[in-house]
């Protein structure tokens, strides 16, 4: 008799250090760096939702020309659960088995299909961003593409290096994309202006899989379908006080970006400003 385990996909854990960046109207940066990767290690069995996020605001300077700095703190997600991974809990609604070939055509069919709907996932996220902005008294942010392609730019090279941060290994981070792509779009809300944020999540097709304890054979595998992704984006987004703040936060625009590789990593970037 075989006897049949449940595990949980497993992934990268990163650990992140709180992030802080802000601009004042002299023009001066400040900027610290969070704690480098932990890089590599497979988390215990549990879904992988990986979450950080960044902000920039800068404040014009007042009345008699007294300069005000106002400074946001960011304290991106680390360690919740599962040596630094958020736990995501919708329940997969697809479940399929069978023999070796078959599971494999059918894991590579729901990895195609998502590939060929990020657009449309993008647009499911944008659309539950603004429900959650509405719910709190806010407008509604506008999809901007040039930001979105941004967005799109940078999860594709997390997921060709194979890193999950807001700074590439070079050290840019997204101030300096918006730079690179000439983007220079920004909200100003009386003396205060903000210049943009980031929020990233990593997740994957596959919920979670069945396998053979004896020989390690995947016995079947259960998927989660674009809603259901897009749902447990923003829930995680909005359970977590900084990414929380990115969505709140007064910008007026946003783009998201989703690249998804061969082996079923969903990188989604969404960038505001």
Same mark, same amino acid.
């Given at each position: 008799?075989?006897?049949?385990?449940?595990?949980?996909?497993?992934?990268?854990?990163?650990?992140?250090?709180?992030?802080?960046?802000?601009?004042?109207?002299?023009?001066?940066?400040?900027?610290?760096?969070?704690?480098?990767?932990?890089?590599?290690?497979?988390?215990?069995?549990?879904?992988?939702?990986?979450?950080?996020?960044?902000?920039?605001?800068?404040?014009?300077?007042?009345?008699?020309?007294?300069?005000?700095?106002?400074?946001?703190?960011?304290?991106?997600?680390?360690?919740?659960?599962?040596?630094?991974?958020?736990?995501?809990?919708?329940?997969?609604?697809?479940?399929?088995?069978?023999?070796?070939?078959?599971?494999?055509?059918?894991?590579?069919?729901?990895?195609?299909?998502?590939?060929?709907?990020?657009?449309?996932?993008?647009?499911?996220?944008?659309?539950?961003?603004?429900?959650?902005?509405?719910?709190?008294?806010? *407008? &509604?942010?506008?999809?901007?593409?040039?930001?979105?392609?941004?967005?799109?730019?940078?999860?594709?090279?997390?997921?060709?290096?194979?890193?999950?941060?807001?700074?590439? &290994?070079?050290?840019?981070?997204?101030?300096?994309?918006?730079?690179?792509?000439?983007?220079?779009? %920004?909200?100003?809300?009386?003396?205060?202006?903000?210049?943009?944020? %980031?929020?990233?999540?990593?997740?994957?097709?596959?919920?979670?899989?069945?396998? *053979?304890? %004896?020989?390690?054979?995947?016995?079947?595998?259960?998927?989660?379908?674009? %809603?259901?992704?897009?749902?447990?984006?923003?829930?995680?987004?909005?359970?977590? &006080?900084?990414?929380?703040?990115?969505?709140?936060?007064?910008?007026?625009? *946003?783009?998201?970006?989703?690249?998804?590789?061969?082996?079923?990593?969903?990188?989604?970037? *969404?960038?505001?400003?």
């Amino acid at each position: 008799m075989r006897r049949r385990l449940t595990g949980r996909f497993a992934g990268r854990a990163v650990s992140l250090a709180p992030c802080h960046k802000y601009y004042t109207s002299g023009g001066a940066m400040h900027f610290q760096e969070p704690a480098p990767l932990s890089g590599g290690a497979p988390v215990s069995p549990g879904p992988l939702l990986l979450e950080c996020a960044r902000r920039c605001v800068k404040v014009k300077s007042g009345v008699r020309g007294a300069l005000y700095a106002a400074i946001v703190l960011l304290f991106a997600i680390a360690a919740l659960l599962a040596g630094g991974c958020l736990d995501a809990t919708v329940p997969a609604t697809e479940t399929t088995g069978g023999d070796g070939a078959a599971l494999e055509a059918e894991l590579q069919g729901r990895i195609e299909h998502v590939q060929n709907n990020a657009v449309t996932l993008a647009t499911d996220i944008h659309a539950l961003i603004n429900a959650e902005r509405a719910a709190n008294g806010l *407008e &509604p942010l506008q999809w901007d593409q040039a930001l979105a392609s941004i967005a799109y730019g940078h999860s594709g090279d997390m997921a060709a290096r194979d890193y999950f941060d807001h700074l590439s &290994p070079e050290g840019d981070d997204f101030a300096d994309r918006y730079e690179e792509a000439g983007y220079d779009l %920004e909200t100003q809300v009386g003396n205060t202006v903000y210049v943009g944020g %980031e929020n990233l999540l990593l997740t994957n097709v596959v919920r979670s899989y069945t396998y *053979e304890q %004896e020989s390690g054979e995947v016995l079947e595998y259960a998927y989660s379908n674009l %809603e259901e992704i897009a749902s447990e984006a923003v829930k995680g987004w909005m359970e977590s &006080p900084d990414h929380r703040e990115n969505i709140l936060t007064p910008f007026t625009r *946003e783009g998201i970006g989703i690249y998804v590789t061969p082996d079923g990593e969903i990188y989604i970037t *969404e960038n505001f400003s």
